[in-house]
């Protein structure tokens, strides 16, 4: 196995809770594992202490096959095969981007130097902006600036705390799938943690849940999506339609499970009574860009929301909802 956290737990001396609660998984060589949490839950500690930059209470981790030491036994804290990108990269402000990428490989001879710039440059698209100082370049070009850093020494291992969270929206789509193809063209292993699940979908080959300290569920970003573990997984990826007993029978659902849900692409619309379907009156219908948001409200008087591509109904008209078996999440 190319990495291996093993049982890692870490609590600080001021908490009452565990940081990071007795985690274990591991990373094939070349994967992009994504760490997704909410704010707090400990992403965050679990990625520096795998960068051998903060001391576990408990467990280890093994790089293809290697301890990686934590800082009390290293003179360094780190390791030289895994680089860290953090949320608030600073370039050398006096130095255009060229000589912030070469600094990182300064220990080399001039000629390699300027090769691996140059493929650096090129892989990360910045050529053409080599000769500009920090202040002359966007969020986006800024981040492939720190990317080129991180890649320069070649890394067996990358690590990267919120890599988007400077961008403005529109730059980070863009920005993640560039990222997702330099990770990939360069092979490098990467973790990333990040607190939104769009980041994770488009980067990752596998998704790790993090709540509170725990691991919850590893897994391919379609599994966790359509399989969540639990109901706290489904809803951090994204709207659910929550039955209670009374909403179970309106849609004639017989279960013995705890929870069942549906996301509400998976909710249908009729403009007719159709069987099993239930009538329902539209109290808001939003319009998202590539879908509408509706909500209704069920004979029982409870919510729920419909997500459409189209839509010709108003407010307060009635629309028959039904409900496709097959896509509940039911736990
Ligand atoms: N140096 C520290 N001293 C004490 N408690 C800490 C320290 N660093 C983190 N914590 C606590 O450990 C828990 C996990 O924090 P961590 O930063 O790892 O989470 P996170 O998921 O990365 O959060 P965020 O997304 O907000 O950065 C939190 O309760 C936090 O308050």
New binding site residues.
């Given amino acids: 196995m190319f990495l291996e956290v093993k049982n890692i737990s870490k609590k600080?001396q001021?908490?009452a809770e565990k940081?990071v609660s007795n985690i274990s998984f591991s990373v094939d060589k070349g994967e992009i594992l994504a760490i997704v949490?909410e704010?707090?839950?400990?992403?965050?500690?679990l990625l520096h202490i795998i960068g051998g930059l903060l001391e576990p209470d408990e467990g280890s981790i093994f790089l293809e096959n290697e301890r990686v030491l934590p800082p009390s036994a290293r003179l360094v804290a780190g390791h030289p095969h895994i680089n860290i990108v953090h949320q608030n990269f600073k370039m050398f402000p006096l130095f255009n981007v060229y000589d912030n990428i070469s600094y990182f490989l300064r220990h080399y001879n001039i000629d390699y130097q300027n090769h691996r710039v140059s493929e650096l440059l090129s892989l990360c698209k910045l050529e053409g902006i080599e000769r500009k100082l920090p202040n002359e370049l966007s969020g986006g070009q800024l981040q492939r600036v720190a990317l080129a850093v991180a890649l320069a020494n070649r890394p067996k291992l990358l690590l990267l705390d919120e890599p988007f969270s400077n961008l403005d929206a529109s730059l980070k789509l863009y920005l993640k799938k560039e990222i997702a193809n330099i990770l990939k063209e360069s092979k490098t292993t990467a973790i990333i943690?990040t607190?939104d699940p769009q980041d994770a979908f488009l980067l990752a080959d596998r998704i790790a849940v993090l709540h509170q300290g725990k691991l919850l569920q590893v897994d391919k970003p379609h599994i966790v999506y359509q399989f969540p573990i639990n109901q706290y997984v489904a809803q951090l990826f994204g709207e659910v339609n929550l039955f209670d007993n009374g909403t179970a029978e309106l849609f004639q659902l017989t279960h013995k499970q705890s929870s069942i849900m549906i996301r509400p692409h998976d909710v249908l619309i009729g403009n007719k009574k159709t069987l099993n379907a239930v009538e329902a009156a539209i109290k808001t219908i939003d319009f998202m860009g590539a879908f509408y948001r509706l909500e209704v409200v069920l004979p029982n008087d409870k919510a729920f929301i419909i997500y459409t591509s189209f839509t010709d109904a108003q407010v307060n008209e009635k629309i028959c909802v039904q409900i496709d078996k097959q896509k509940l999440l039911i736990f």
């Fill in positions: 600080y001021q908490q940081a949490g704010s707090g839950s400990g992403k965050t500690s943690v607190h």
